[in-house]
């Protein structure tokens, strides 16, 4: 069976419901697709988008939509909805007889506007799925901003990356050398000796390169 593909916006309206105890009403809904990003619309076009995404996502089963209705307007409303609707608000209304507003399910051919919005077994599934797979997205990002966070030679002596796979760090410092020279890092003078002597440059690279060839014999260590 094929995946249901969600569309970014899908995506945050869920999320939004999951962090929020899955559910929200619908200005909560807008705000959270804002907050994270999942549309760029305003104004009216947002509440046209939003309420447009929340019935798809109706259709496809993963949530439940709900209007807030006055108690006068659902008795006026009554009459002209069809058997099955008149029937369940009536219950509702003999049900709870004090109660100024109800909260009623509704469809999207409905002519009440949402109010509420619930995520249903199947959405709270999809929710954690996509907290699984933001969350390892997430990971791997944060992984890359702390590789570019530090160069190749502290990558080479950090026991957490390549530093736990060498036992003598000094018997790699022309080593060393060579990779600062490759990634164009800076050299005290030492390193620079060592640079001058191997390569017979007088100036190390000031750009690092893309691509490196090197012709190393056996034992090729220091």
Known sequence: MAKERLSKLQKGIIMGLYSNDHWADLRTVKKVCL????????????HVTVARSIWNLKKKGFVKVFAE?????????????????????????????????????????????????????????????????NSRVNNKKRRRERMNQIDIIQAFEDQKIFGALIRDQSTFTNWKVCLKAIFALSMDRKELRTYRKFTGRRRSPSQRFSEVFLAIGRRGGD
């Open 35 to 46: 907050k994270t990003e999942a549309t760029c619309c305003t104004g009216n076009a947002l």
């Open 69 to 133: 209705v006055r108690r006068p307007v659902l008795e006026e409303a009554i009459p002209s909805l069809n058997s099955e609707s008149r029937k369940t608000f009536k219950e509702l209304l003999v049900k709870f007889p004090s109660r100024k507003t109800l909260i009623i399910p509704i469809a999207s051919n409905s002519i009440f506007n949402i109010g509420i919005v619930a995520l249903l077994p199947k959405g709270k599934i999809k929710a954690r799925e996509l907290v699984i797979v």
